[in-house]
């Protein structure tokens, strides 16, 4: 018979005598580091169960594509946001480019119902990568720890010298705001009209997405709170957001007039 005291974590562990088993621990699953893959993959099968015990028979022709729009928009900002950075896979800044626009081009010829174009909406949306603006990516909270010596313009932003005049840190937040928007409003808006341009032949509702060039998302991006991995508060979330902008429009506007 077995007393009532009996504990058996004070009896020895097989190999030692020295004294009493450390308790069995094991990592809660809530504090389990989850890599963004996993989260992803995580999240897509929940939204696709809820979708099939949720989704009545008579509103499947309309919820099906919802969650097609939604899914290609969170797609959109998943890429972009790889290319700039998310996850270390060692291809260096080129290779993120092509993580972004081999994706875009078979999304721009998907929808233009032209396959061929894919190879040269991927190398305009390429090209459109190397007009950078990250001068361009400070806004709210970004604003009060700018570097002494950050470069405030770009070479196809040196007009705003001439409007605004040489930018001055003690500039009102407004004043500030207004300059880096107008910076990465027309390096966004070149970029979205070179991955729309070569399929406007073939949809020109396509070229509704060039509208999203002036979408605030590095305003957004830097006044919405988060701490998630990959995803901080700032350029982070600007990112997603252009991605996901960008591919919405994209989708929702093909076979407009």
């Known amino acids: ?16 005598d020295d004294g009493p088993a450390p308790p069995c621990t094991r990592t809660s699953a809530r504090t389990r580091t989850q890599t963004p893959a996993q989260w992803h993959n995580r999240l ?24 097609a729009v939604s899914g290609t928009a969170m797609a959109g900002g998943m890429l972009y946001r790889q290319r700039g950075g998310a996850l270390d896979l060692g291809i260096g800044t080129q290779g993120a480019r092509l993580v972004w ?5 078979l999304l721009v010829a998907g929808l233009a119902g032209a396959w ?8 305009t949306t390429f090209a459109g990568q190397l007009f950078g ?16 010596d950050y470069r405030q313009t770009t070479p196809l932003t040196d007009w705003l010298e001439t409007v605004f005049g040489p930018y001055d840190r003690a500039w009102p ?12 409003s027309e390096i966004e808006l070149i970029r979205a009209t ?20 002036l979408f605030p998302a590095y305003e957004i991006g830097w006044r919405l709170p988060s701490d998630q991995p990959y995803l901080k508060q700032g350029t982070e979330v600007a ?4 991605g996901a902008s960008l591919f919405l429009v994209l989708t929702l506007a093909a076979g407009l007039p």
């Open 1 to 16: 018979m077995i007393p009532a005291s009996y504990n058996d974590d004070t009896l020895p562990v097989s190999g030692r």
């Open 44 to 67: 897509a099968r929940l939204l696709i169960l809820a979708l099939l015990i949720t989704t009545p028979s008579g509103c499947a022709p309309v919820l099906l594509p919802m969650a």
């Open 101 to 105: 626009a081999v994706p875009t081009g």
């Open 116 to 123: 061929w174009l894919a190879p040269l909406v991927a190398g």
């Open 133 to 148: 603006h990250a001068a361009h990516q400070r806004s709210g909270a970004g604003l009060d720890d700018e570097p002494a």
């Open 173 to 184: 937040s407004w004043r500030k705001e207004l300059w880096h928007y107008a910076g990465s």
């Open 194 to 213: 070179l991955i729309v341009a070569p399929a406007l032949a073939f949809d020109p509702g396509l070229g509704w997405a060039i509208l999203t060039g």
């Open 239 to 242: 990112e997603f957001l252009v």
